[in-house]
């Protein structure tokens, strides 16, 4: 169901929240959290809000959508649409389109629309602000989630977020490489256990998940870490053998390989959004290992 309610007040749309849960069954006791969203463009609405829902299902919660709509209109006017039921998952959604000088002041006009007692989580799906817990949503957050995929220079994004950062923050970038480091650390766990001295991670240019693990090695071991353009591998060198964990870009198979002994393939395919979306919403406390990985990026070898 969904409800276009042009040229409205916060009041408002309060009403009609009551009003359509009643009609569709959504009960406010039952959210966990309260989710904001603030894409920067109409053209990843929809994706956004789609990866929202999905992560919902493990997550319910109310989805606030903050859009900016024209911020020179002489008048502060407010658009919202209301969705619930159907396709939004386990979840109520509110979308806010802001003009005029409501468009400065999104946290003001979200606020009526926070659930009590449970946590605020703010998302920016494309275009981060540069210190999350300074922007005025993420004031209102306890857990922070930027994507630097999205963003327009998708390395220079990542790497921004060591000076931006602030406990509580988080990247959909680092939630992307939770599988690849899973099978690495596995793989460096078995015989003969010995130090790596040296480590490469190649893949997209424009793939910031691979800066960040590129990163994490870099913090983990005390050899070069090279970061490369080419096909999608890690390569761990150590003494007596490499160990080469690689997928096709498209795949959804990778193999291992290490010096010596048979090829295992396993299961790895890329991590949809709302997947890697639901992931950070199971920890609402801050990842120091997340933190450490981009320190890490300064020391990565590009090449």
């Keep these: 169901m969904i409800i276009d309610m042009p040229d409205t007040t916060t009041t408002a749309v309060n009403k009609k929240l009551d009003e359509l849960r009643e009609k569709v069954g959504a009960v ?7 989710l904001i969203v603030a894409p920067d463009s109409d053209a ?6 789609e990866a929202a829902n999905n992560a919902s ?6 989805i606030i959508v903050t859009m900016r709509g024209d911020p020179y209109a002489d008048e502060p006017r407010l658009d919202a649409q209301l969705r619930a039921g159907g396709d939004t998952g386990a979840t109520e959604v509110v979308i806010l389109n802001l003009s005029g000088p409501l468009a400065g002041h ?8 926070l659930l ?3 946590p605020v989580v703010a998302w920016w799906p494309d275009v981060a602000p ?14 922070r989630i930027t994507d630097a995929t999205n963003g327009t220079d998708p390395l220079s994004a990542i790497k921004s977020r060591r000076s931006g950062y602030t406990a509580g923050d988080t990247d959909l970038a ?4 939770t599988y690849w480091r899973a099978l690495l650390t596995s793989a460096v766990d078995l015989p003969p256990h010995e130090p790596i001295e040296s480590a490469l991670v190649s893949g997209l240019k424009a793939e910031p998940a691979l800066d960040i693990l590129a990163g994490w090695l870099a913090s983990r071991i005390d050899g070069p870490v090279r970061r490369a353009v080419g096909e999608l591998k890690v390569e761990l060198v150590r003494k007596s053998e490499t160990i080469v964990l690689s997928r096709p870009q498209q795949g959804r198979t990778a193999t291992l390989s290490r010096t010596a002994k048979p090829e295992a ?14 992931e950070d919403l199971r920890r609402l406390d801050p990842d120091e290992i997340y933190q450490t990985a981009l320190e890490g990026i300064e020391k990565v070898q590009y090449v």
Excluded at 28 to 34: A, K, N, Q, S
Excluded at 174 to 177: E, H, L, V
Aim: aromatic residues 4%; charged residues 25%; glycine residues 4%.
């Design 174 to 177: 680092w939630a992307r490489i």
């Design 44 to 49: 990843i609405l929809e994706e956004s809000l």
């Design 106 to 113: 999104a946290a003001s006009v979200v606020t009526p629309f």
């Design 28 to 34: 406010t006791m039952g959210r966990v959290l309260t």
């Design 265 to 278: 393939l396993l299961p790895l395919a890329r991590r949809e959004t709302g997947e890697c979306l639901a």
């Design 116 to 118: 009590p007692d449970i």
């Design 130 to 143: 540069a210190i999350p817990a300074q922007d005025p949503l993420g004031k209102l957050a306890i857990r």
């Design 57 to 62: 299902h493990e997550h319910p919660s109310r």
